[in-house]
T-cell receptor, first 112, second 112 residues
Framework: SQQGEEDPQALSIQEGENATMNCSYK?????LQWYRQNSGRGLVHLIL?????REKHSGRLRVTLDTSKKSSSLLITASRAADTASYFC????????????FGQGTILTVHP | DVKVTQSSRYLVKRTGEKVFLECVQD?????MFWYRQDPGLGLRLIYF???????EKGDIPEGYSVSREKKERFSLILESASTNQTSMYLC???????????FGPGTRLTVL
């Protein structure tokens, strides 16, 4: 079952702008992760935020987590054309062996 | 550089054929996963394995089986391929630390 719902489904911006993607989920989590997928390729892990954390940074990425609202956001600052990809959130419910439930993803297009 | 490899990038099979998709990881990970990815449906978990010879069903196991005879290798088997199994198949692995999954490049399977 798909727990994560991502918003927007598609986002189109100009290079240099910031991109914000949102993810909502339904059940309690151990951690929430964000992945990137370039067209026709496998997913690449970007960042993980644990349930007791509220914000995390990695380079141009900023992730927030609000467990009371069961939502997370991914902010990419100063976007580049190379950031064009699909972005997925995935929740780890803390049960079996690191099993993840993925959202349906946001397609980000960054125009040069 | 850590790696998850999949035996084929593209595969075309006929309805009724038995299909083997192979996945190998070089990170000594305990957990391995098979997903399929379809437009509008995101990633859905087919099966996963947490140890050699151990397996558990994911969300959509029907029509599939798996084999894990060695720690580094996890095979997905389509006993009798059908056209509705045309999809992108992604393999992933993760360790005990639950810091994210590493994905292979994917196999795009077409069943005619």
């Amino acid at each position: 079952s798909q727990q994560g719902e991502e918003d927007p489904q598609a986002l189109s911006i100009q290079e240099g702008e910031n991109a914000t993607m949102n993810c909502s989920y339904k059940t309690s989590i151990n951690n929430l992760q964000w992945y990137r997928q370039n067209s026709g390729r496998g997913l690449v892990h970007l960042i993980l935020i644990r349930s007791n954390e509220r914000e995390k940074h990695s380079g141009r990425l900023r992730v927030t987590l609000d467990t009371s609202k069961k939502s997370s956001s991914l902010l990419i600052t100063a976007s580049r054309a190379a950031d064009t990809a699909s972005y997925f959130c995935a929740t780890d419910g803390g049960t079996s062996y690191g099993k993840l439930t993925f959202g349906q993803g946001t397609i980000l297009t960054v125009h040069p | 550089d850590v790696k998850v490899t999949q035996s084929s990038r593209y595969l075309v099979k006929r309805t009724g054929e038995k299909v083997f998709l192979e996945c190998v990881q070089d990170m000594d990970h305990e957990n391995m996963f098979w997903y399929r990815q379809d437009p509008g449906l995101g990633l859905r978990l087919i099966y996963f394995s947490y140890d050699v010879k151990m397996k558990e069903k994911g969300d959509i196991p029907e029509g599939y089986s798996v084999s894990r005879e060695k720690k580094e290798r996890f095979s997905l088997i389509l006993e009798s391929a059908s056209t509705n199994q045309t999809s992108m198949y992604l393999c992933a692995s993760s360790g005990l630390a639950r810091v994210g999954q590493f994905f292979g490049p994917g196999t795009r399977l077409t069943v005619l």
